[in-house]
Every structure is written in structure tokens, then in C-alpha cells.
């Protein structure tokens, strides 16, 4: 019972409104997807995560909210996948739309790795942001007579060029804290990026959600696909977790332990509730129990969350 009630006070299944996203959290997001590309590319990470400041509005864009188009990159000629269209130096301008951020975040790499125009870019040094954002702003990435610096202040005030360093996202804490304090213990360090800790929730690798996060950030963190995290917490696409919720970054069990036979359930609680509460696979627990998917238990029936016979 310690552990359910545990459960009861981290897990929250509600859904949250749509808010705007800070920089920070912007930042906090994406710094993962950009540093893998900087890794495939040469592309500074800095310049990346500012670009896709900039040109998202940190993601609170329509661009960004409803095609994932985080670069404002228009369609040009050989664009063969979705398009929506926006007034922008004309109008009704054909962007392309994206089936995830990820995605956004690779074909920019793409698209400055395939064009001409941008090749000169390469020869630069890659951790050199400001040569990049004066060279991004000469080969015409966008009309702004003041775009290089824009991007060089987003890099500034946020720190950006630690992105460039070539370190994965832990060793960029550990770095971050040692230049404050180089003889700090490993165990006291606190970390800038808010990596979560992992812990076991019945047996079974989980973290617990913090205030803006997403799938998507939590997959990139732990290495996984989105569509993993989805698949193991069984939730739609799309969905957004709630501060204090156990999310599990590993595949839930067909049944729960032998400690826990069954679940009478209380008032308000869903088959996912039950599901996520025992760590049990959705699908199997609605099978064990003689129920279709999608349909919901009263409160005091009991669940069998192991077959009958244990």
C-alpha cells in the first residue's frame, strides 16, 4: 500500500492547457537534438538552438505550432513533402511542414548541408558562432539587415557556445558546474540542465515529470524515440505529462508483481490510472479482465491484474 499511495500523490492524468513556452524551456527542450546534429554536421549547436529561437519565437509560432517548422524554411524547388502556406516577404508563401520537431531540427541540417549557397559556412571554424551567424546573414538565411546579431545575442545571454563543446548532455553538466567550482564532489553538483533522475517504480525504470515537459524531450534525454515513451506509458501522440507524473523511459510488464493480485478500484480511477499505478500493459489488463478497450471500471469492482490463478 506504501507504494500505491506513493504513486497516488505523483501521478496526475490530467490534461494541461496550452501555454507559451520560454526561452529556458525552449532551450532545455531542443539542446539534445541539437547537438546530435551539430555531431552529423559541423553545425554549431549554437547556432542551431538560436536559429530555432529566433525563428520559432522560441515555439510559440504558428509555423512551429502546427507544421513543426522551427526554421522557417520555405518550401523551394525538390520540396516534395507537406506544405502550408503563410504571408511572409510575399504572400501566401509555401512552408514546409514537418511531421515532429526532430524532424524540423534534421532538415535544417539538410538544408544548409545540400544548398550551395551556404557551403562556405563548412570551411569555418565550428565553434566560432560569430562567423557563423555573420556567414549565415551574408549567404541571405534571412532578409533581417540585423540577423548575425541577433543570433550572436540569443548565443550570449543563454550561454549557448557551451553546446559547442562536443559533449553529450551529462558531460555538459558535469563541465558546467566544475568551471564554478572545480572542487566540488561529483555527488553535490548541481545541475544546469535539469537532467532527471532514474528511479524504479514497480521494478521498472521511470522518472518523474517536471513542469514543461514533453515525450519528445524526455525521449532525447534517455535516447529513445518518442513513439517509445508513448508506446510504454500508453498515451496518444501528442500527449503532454503533468508535473509530479510517473512516466516510464522502459516497457511496462503483462502483469503486475505476485505481491499484487488484484485492484479495487476507487472512485474516478481509469484502466490507464490502474495500468500506470501497477506498471501493467494496458492492452493485456483490459484482456485479463473482460473488458473492451476504452471502457472504464466502476468504483469498487475489483481488476485482476494477474491471471486468476495468479
Given at each position: 500500500?506504501?507504494?500505491?499511495?506513493?504513486?497516488?500523490?505523483?501521478?496526475?492524468?490530467?490534461?494541461?492547457?496550452?501555454?507559451?513556452?520560454?526561452?529556458?524551456?525552449?532551450?532545455?527542450?531542443?539542446?539534445?537534438?541539437?547537438?546530435?546534429?551539430?555531431?552529423?554536421?559541423?553545425?554549431?549547436?549554437?547556432?542551431?538552438?538560436?536559429?530555432?529561437?529566433?525563428?520559432?519565437?522560441?515555439?510559440?509560432?504558428?509555423?512551429?505550432?502546427?507544421?513543426?517548422?522551427?526554421?522557417?524554411?520555405?518550401?523551394?524547388?525538390?520540396?516534395?513533402?507537406?506544405?502550408?502556406?503563410?504571408?511572409?516577404?510575399?504572400?501566401?508563401?509555401?512552408?514546409?511542414?514537418?511531421?515532429?520537431?526532430?524532424?524540423?531540427?534534421?532538415?535544417?541540417?539538410?538544408?544548409?548541408?545540400?544548398?550551395?549557397?551556404?557551403?562556405?559556412?563548412?570551411?569555418?571554424?565550428?565553434?566560432?558562432?560569430?562567423?557563423?551567424?555573420?556567414?549565415?546573414?551574408?549567404?541571405?538565411?534571412?532578409?533581417?539587415?540585423?540577423?548575425?546579431?541577433?543570433?550572436?545575442?540569443?548565443?550570449?545571454?543563454?550561454?549557448?557556445?557551451?553546446?559547442?563543446?562536443?559533449?553529450?548532455?551529462?558531460?555538459?553538466?558535469?563541465?558546467?558546474?566544475?568551471?564554478?567550482?572545480?572542487?566540488?564532489?561529483?555527488?553535490?553538483?548541481?545541475?544546469?540542465?535539469?537532467?532527471?533522475?532514474?528511479?524504479?517504480?514497480?521494478?521498472?525504470?521511470?522518472?518523474?515529470?517536471?513542469?514543461?515537459?514533453?515525450?519528445?524531450?524526455?525521449?532525447?534525454?534517455?535516447?529513445?524515440?518518442?513513439?517509445?515513451?508513448?508506446?510504454?506509458?500508453?498515451?496518444?501522440?501528442?500527449?503532454?505529462?503533468?508535473?509530479?507524473?510517473?512516466?516510464?523511459?522502459?516497457?511496462?510488464?503483462?502483469?503486475?508483481?505476485?505481491?499484487?493480485?488484484?485492484?479495487?478500484?476507487?472512485?474516478?480511477?481509469?484502466?490507464?490510472?490502474?495500468?500506470?499505478?501497477?506498471?501493467?500493459?494496458?492492452?493485456?489488463?483490459?484482456?485479463?479482465?473482460?473488458?473492451?478497450?476504452?471502457?472504464?471500471?466502476?468504483?469498487?469492482?475489483?481488476?485482476?491484474l494477474r491471471n486468476k490463478r495468479g
Open positions: 500500500m506504501r507504494y500505491i499511495s506513493l504513486f497516488t500523490l505523483l501521478v496526475l492524468i490530467t490534461v494541461t492547457a496550452t501555454a507559451q513556452i520560454s526561452r529556458e524551456e525552449y532551450i532545455k527542450r531542443w539542446q539534445l537534438i541539437a547537438i546530435e546534429e551539430m555531431n552529423r554536421s559541423g553545425i554549431p549547436a549554437s547556432i542551431t538552438m538560436a536559429q530555432g529561437c529566433l525563428e520559432s519565437g522560441n515555439g510559440n509560432s504558428e509555423l512551429s505550432r502546427k507544421s513543426n517548422n522551427h526554421f522557417g524554411i520555405k518550401c523551394k524547388k525538390g520540396w516534395t513533402g507537406k506544405k502550408v502556406y503563410y504571408d511572409d516577404d510575399a504572400k501566401n508563401e509555401c512552408f514546409r511542414k514537418y511531421r515532429t520537431v526532430e524532424d524540423s531540427y534534421v532538415d535544417h541540417t539538410n538544408f544548409l548541408m545540400g544548398n550551395p549557397r551556404y557551403a562556405s559556412l563548412f570551411e569555418l571554424d565550428p565553434t566560432d558562432y560569430k562567423a557563423w551567424a555573420k556567414g549565415l546573414k551574408k549567404a541571405g538565411y534571412a532578409t533581417a539587415h540585423d540577423y548575425d546579431k541577433r543570433l550572436i545575442k540569443i548565443i550570449e545571454e543563454n550561454k549557448l557556445h557551451r553546446l559547442d563543446k562536443k559533449m553529450n548532455y551529462q558531460e555538459l553538466a558535469v563541465f558546467e558546474q566544475q568551471s564554478v567550482s572545480p572542487g566540488i564532489s561529483n555527488s553535490l553538483m548541481l545541475n544546469p540542465y535539469n537532467t532527471h533522475k532514474v528511479v524504479k517504480f514497480n521494478d521498472i525504470k521511470s522518472v518523474v515529470a517536471r513542469k514543461g515537459d514533453t515525450y519528445e524531450m524526455l525521449a532525447q534525454e534517455f535516447g529513445l524515440s518518442d513513439w517509445e515513451l508513448y508506446k510504454f506509458n500508453d498515451q496518444r501522440a501528442g500527449y503532454r505529462p503533468v508535473p509530479n507524473e510517473v512516466i516510464y523511459i522502459q516497457s511496462k510488464k503483462g502483469k503486475a508483481s505476485k505481491t499484487n493480485l488484484t485492484h479495487r478500484v476507487q472512485q474516478g480511477e481509469s484502466m490507464h490510472f490502474i495500468s500506470q499505478m501497477y506498471g501493467v500493459k494496458l492492452k493485456p489488463l483490459y484482456k485479463r479482465n473482460g473488458m473492451k478497450a476504452g471502457q472504464q471500471p466502476n468504483a469498487g469492482q475489483i481488476i485482476y
